[in-house]
């Protein structure tokens, strides 16, 4: 006995069934593989900086920010008349309600009204975009603009009009119909229409400042991308395979994506936040870490989540009294219908492959439920998370290569169109 325990004071280990570590389960420890991550990272990091190298050498550097004086600023008097008429358009939408509020028209007159002004605000500014040949991020920044104004003109009307069927929310709808609140509702970063908003007491000036530098670095950043690695490949008259083309596209393409998300979902509208005093700042939540696709379009964009939610899912439900599915369908074909008009307005194409590509959502939705529910609890999480991102990782190229590659079939800028080309409308249908 004397003997066993002075071998083990001799010896700091002693023989015992022992596993390999990287069979070990330890989900406890997080950070168990966390020198795997840091190599990826490492590896990424050496792949891009390869990749960049390359580019450089081959086709010098491209990016000309000249342009954005020569060819954006074109535009910039006419996109800017056309923002601010449609802002000023809005307007009316609240003298309607006005209007229907005092008993000096009714319902039914509103409605029509309501309509009018709607087909307006779509009609005009669309047929000055196509009449000035405009390019397609004015053209596109124009039909954000208007579709923005035009998700807020229509939370106001039914909101209103819901408040007013219920007596006891019609006399607290009556106290705050004012001008100055619904122009801080156009103005706020939101789209669903209430009858009180979360103010801050403090505006922080310098922060926005800060906010607002950042947003312009970010777009600055992306658009060297765009010019310098992305439109070379979109340009080439090469008839490479389109997997070919995702996979070089897929880097630069999703760095841009996600620059832009930052300048606009974190930096812009809380800068615009901060200028206004709105303290509800949830724009976004943690959709990177979704683990399937239907949790990744709740969580992307909280604005528009929230109004498709209001507006198209729970009207479908209580009002129209459909099924869920039903009202599921209704919200991706609406966010369908708008997404290709968005591409189909600025680069004047008509082709429909936006519109399938949400409508393909649904079975990719079932197919990312379906990895989580058949895999165990430790590696749900993860693999969904691996296939929510993969989507974006093929889907935004595929985007650019089906309508840019198109746009520079006619034309060779995003920026600007020579005053001798004429860009005819559904030209590729």
């Known amino acids: 006995m004397s003997e066993k325990k002075k071998n083990i004071s001799l010896f700091p280990h002693k023989p015992e069934p022992r596993v390999s570590r990287l069979n070990i389960k330890d989900r406890d420890k997080k950070d168990s593989y966390q020198g795997f991550v ?3 990272f490492l590896l990424l990091g ?3 900086f390869q990749l960049t190298i390359k580019n450089y050498l081959k086709h010098g550097v491209i990016a000309d920010f000249s342009i954005i004086r020569k060819c954006l600023f074109s535009d910039t008097l006419i996109t800017s008349i056309s923002i601010m008429g449609v802002s000023c358009l809005s307007i009316v939408m609240f003298y309607i309600i006005q209007l229907q509020t005092t008993k000096k028209i009714s319902k039914t007159i509103s409605l029509i009204l309501y309509f009018i002004v709607q087909a307006i ?3 005009v500014p669309f047929v000055v975009i196509i009449k000035l040949n405009m390019a397609p991020l004015s053209g596109g920044l124009i039909t954000c603009n208007i579709i923005v104004v ?5 939370s106001f009307f039914s909101t209103c009009n819901l408040l007013l069927s219920n007596e006891g929310f019609a006399k607290e709808m009556h106290l705050h119909l004012t001008l100055k609140h619904y122009l801080y509702f156009q103005a706020a970063p939101t789209l669903v229409y209430e009858t009180s908003f979360p103010r801050n007491e403090k505006v922080r000036y310098w922060w926005a400042i800060k906010e607002f530098i950042q947003a312009v670095l970010c777009v600055l950043t992306s658009y060297h991308l765009l010019v310098q690695f992305m439109i070379p490949i979109l340009q080439e008259d090469e008839n490479n395979s389109v997997l070919y083309d995702i996979i070089r596209l897929s880097i630069p393409s999703l760095i841009s994506w996600l620059l832009g998300f930052y300048a606009f979902f974190h930096c812009f509208l809380n800068c615009c936040a901060e200028i206004l005093g709105y303290a509800d700042r949830q724009f976004y939540l943690d959709w990177w870490n979704a683990e399937s696709l239907d949790v990744f379009w709740r969580k992307w964009n909280i604005q528009v989540h929230e109004w498709l939610l209001r507006h198209v899912y729970l009207e479908t439900i209580r009002t129209h009294k459909k099924s869920k599915g039903v009202a599921a369908i209704l919200v991706f074909l609406f966010s369908a219908i708008y997404h290709e008009l968005i591409f189909c307005v600025a680069f004047r194409i008509i082709r429909p492959w936006f519109f399938l590509g949400m409508f393909a959502q649904i079975p990719l939705i079932f197919l990312s439920k ?7 609890e430790h590696h749900r999480h993860r693999w969904g998370n691996v296939f929510v991102w993969f989507c974006l990782f093929v889907g935004q190229p595929l985007i650019e290569i089906l309508y840019i590659r198109e746009w520079f079939k006619k034309t060779n800028s995003l920026f600007c169109i020579e005053s001798d080309t004429e860009i005819e409308f559904g030209y590729w249908f």
């Open 38 to 40: 840091h190599l990826v």
């Open 46 to 48: 050496a792949a891009s």
């Open 121 to 123: 605000l779509y009609i």
């Open 150 to 154: 035009s998700l807020k003109c229509h």
């Open 370 to 376: 379906w990895i989580v529910s058949v895999l165990d």
